[in-house]
C-alpha cells in the first residue's frame, strides 16, 4: 500500500509542478491585466501548497509558493509560505530577505502599531549558516584537533598542542553558539506562530463584547504566537509582549 | 327610532331628486372635452439600443378645446418614471405632446398605456370616458459595454522570478549517526597518520640518532680533510650546530660556549676552550698545528656524541 502510494505521488507530482509552472508564467505572461493575472497566481499558489502537503521540503518551493501567493494578493499564505521554507532552510537568505519584505508589505495602521507587532529579523548562528556548512566546519575543527595531538605525538613540539587546543576550543564555541540558538529556537516553536488573515481588532478576552486591547485593529498579515485557546478564541501575544484574545477562525496556522 | 329613520330617508329623497349627480374628474383627466375623444401613441422607432432615446408623440383628435388640454405629467407616473428617463418635448400643434424617452435598461419592452379621461359632456351618467391610449411594444438591445482598462500587476520584479528546476533538494541533517562518523573519522585519521609515521620512521629517537649519526659521520670526514685552524673550527661548530640551534653569525667560542651551556650540555666550557685554541692557532703564535687540533676536536666530538 505504502509503495502503491509512493508509486501514485512519483508519478503525480512531476505532473503538479508542471502545472504549476505553467500557471504561474501565464500569470507572468498576463500581468498586464491584474485581475486575470492574480486568477493564474492563485492557481499556481494552490498547486504548489499541493506539492507541500505531498512533503517536497525544498526551499525553492517554499520561495515559488511564496511568490505566487503574495502575487495572488494572499500576503497571509505569502508569510506562512516564508515560514515554512525557513522551517527547514533557516540560513535561507533569499528567504530571509523575502520575509521582511512580506512583512514591509503588511499595511499597519501607524508606525506605533508596527512598531508593537512587527517581529524583528531572524537572528542567531542558525541563520547565518546552514546545518551542512556547521556540520564541515566541525568536522574541520575536529580533524585539526586530532591531527595536532598526532603531530605532537611525533615530534613533541608544544606549538602542535597549542594548536590542537585552540582547535578544540573554538569547535566548542561553535558548538554552544549552535546550542544556544536550538534552544531559542525551541523556546519560540513552544508558543506556535500565527498569521492573521484578515483585519482584527486585539480583544482583552476571549468575546466580542471586551473592549480593545489596541486603538487600532491589527492587519491581515501580523504575525502573533499563539498562547492559550477558549471557546473559539486564541491569547495571542505580539511582538512587543501584549496580550489579548483573537477569533481562532481570524488566524492562519504555520508549521 | 325606526320612524325617525324612515322619516330622515324621505326627507333625503325629497331634498335630491332633480338635482344632477354628482362625478368628480378621475385621475388621468386632462380638460379634455368633447363627444368622442381618441387619444393615440406614436413613436418614432420601436427598436433601439439601451443608450438611445425615442421620440414619443400623444395625439389626442377630436377634442373641442385641444388649446386648453393639459399635458400628462409622464414623469410622476411610476410605469413610465421606471422604465424611461423622460425629457419633455416643445410641440407645435395643440393636442399633440412630444417626449424624449430613454430607456433606463434592457428589460424595458413596452411604452405603457395610458389612462386619457375626457368629459363627453352628456348630462346623463358619468361624462368622463376614458379614451385609453394603447401601449407600444418596444424592443430595446443591450449595449455592450466596453471593458475597463486592464489595471497592471505592480509588484518588484523579483516576485515574477520562479525556480522551475527539479524540487528535489532535501536539506541536510546532520543525526547521531552523522556526527560519531564525523568524531570517528577525526580519529582515524590523526591515527593512520601516526601510526603510518611511526612505520616510516620507527621512532623519534632512532630518527634523533640518526641525524646525530649523520652529523658526526659528516663531521669526522671534515675534520680529515681540515688543512687550517679554521678548517677544523668549521667542523666542530657543524657538528655542534646538528646538537643545538645557533643562530647564523654566533660562532665566537663565547658564543657557542653560552649555547651549548643554555642547551644544558656539560661540555660547554671545554668547546669553547678549544674553539680559542683554534682561534689562537689561527690569528697568533701557538704551538698547535691543524693535525692536533684536529685530534683535540676527534675528542671532543666523541665527549659530545656520548653526552648526547
Redesign the interface.
Known sequence: MTALLAFTLSVSLPIVASDADRRFALGVASRNDGAAARVHFARAAELLDELRAAGVRDPRLAMNRARAHRLAGNLPACLAALHDGLDVARHDRELQVELESARDAVEYANADLAAAVRPPPLRGLGTRMSVLELYLVAGGLWLAACLGAARYAMTRVPGWLVAAGASLALLAILAGAWRSDRARIDAENARPLRILERDCPLKAGNGDSWPDRLKWPLPAGAEVRELARRGGWVQVELANGTAGWLPERTLRATP | MSVMRIVAAALAVVVLAGQPALFEPPQGYYKARGPRVIATWSVDRVTLPEDASLVATLAIEGATNPTEIVRPDLANMREFADRFQIEPLPTASPGVFVWRLKPRNATVDRLPSLDFFYDSGVKVGNPFKNARVKGIDLVVTAVEKPAAA???????ER????????????????GTP??LG??A???L???G??LA??RLYPD?AKLAKLRRNRAMRRATDALRRADSAAAVAAAAIGYIRSRCPLSPGRETPAEVGEALRLAGIDEADATEAFLRRCDAARFSASSDTPMSLAEAARDLLAKLEAAA
Open positions: 486592464p489595471i497592471p500587476l505592480l509588484a518588484p516576485l515574477f522570478a520562479y525556480d522551475s528546476s527539479p524540487m528535489d533538494r532535501e536539506p541536510f541533517e546532520a552523522a556526527w564525523l568524531f573519522f577525526g580519529l585519521v590523526a591515527g597518520w601516526l609515521w611511526r623519534g
